[in-house]
T-cell receptor, first 114, second 117 residues
């Protein structure tokens, strides 16, 4: 169990640019989640996958955001035309689809939009 | 709508003191789960405990204990004999128990605990 891995750890980009983050879940976990955390707040749910299927998306996930999990393993979160309000920590988590197993979070990707 | 309130924004204690972190939740669901997570400065959220709404037994794990009271919709967390390594932000969270099995958590804003030597 190597844990949930997220890359990059930090990303600084200029407003209007596109960015993409990657998440590698724990290998046997078939559920993968994306959360966003702004300073001084708790994480907020964005979306989740069961295997390769994206089953739920939050209203927070605007049209500029897209997430994929093409082979049911790693996932990418892309933000197009970034805005300063997108600056946050983007957290990925994974879990097993049985027994209501808890979420295991990665270290996150901190995005700064200048 | 589900909501989690952690009224204490920051707490500062001296090592070896006991400290209780408060958590109050709101939900219309009869079946739900409550969680505590720890977020050290490294940023990774570390799972501490999960309780379901039907299990009101208090739980103790080493220096950690949790008090779940359905009557007051509270799920408080106590650290006994605090240590400097306990310094972190602690989050309480709530999830419904939908048929789909989503672990979509609703988090509180967190309580920053600083344990001074």
């Amino acid at each position: 169990d190597t844990g949930v891995s997220q890359n990059p750890r930090h990303k600084i980009t200029k407003r209007g640019q596109n960015v993409t983050f990657r998440c590698d879940p724990i290998s046997e976990h078939n559920r993968l989640y994306w959360y966003r955390q702004t300073l001084g707040q708790g994480p907020e749910f964005l979306t989740y996958f069961q295997n390769e299927a994206q089953l739920e998306k939050s209203r927070l996930l605007s049209d500029r955001f897209s997430a994929e999990r093409p082979k049911g393993s790693f996932s990418t979160l892309e933000i197009q035309r970034t805005e300063q309000g997108d600056s946050a920590m983007y957290l990925c988590a994974s879990s097993l689809n049985r027994g209501k197993s808890p979420l295991h979070f990665g270290n996150g990707t901190r995005l700064t939009v200048t | 709508a589900q909501k989690v309130t952690q009224a204490q924004t920051e707490i500062s204690v001296v090592e070896k003191e006991d400290v209780t972190l408060d958590c109050v939740y709101e939900t219309r669901d009869t079946t739900y789960y409550l969680f505590w997570y720890k977020q050290p400065p490294s940023g990774e959220l570390v799972f501490l405990i999960r309780r379901n709404s039907f299990d009101e037994q208090n739980e103790i794990s080493g220096r950690y204990s949790w008090n779940f009271q359905k009557s007051t919709s509270s799920f408080n967390f106590t650290i006994t004999a605090s240590q400097v390594v306990d310094s972190a932000v602690y989050f309480c969270a709530l999830s419904e128990d939908p048929q789909g099995g989503s672990e979509k958590l609703v988090f509180g804003k967190g309580t920053k605990l600083t344990v001074n030597p």
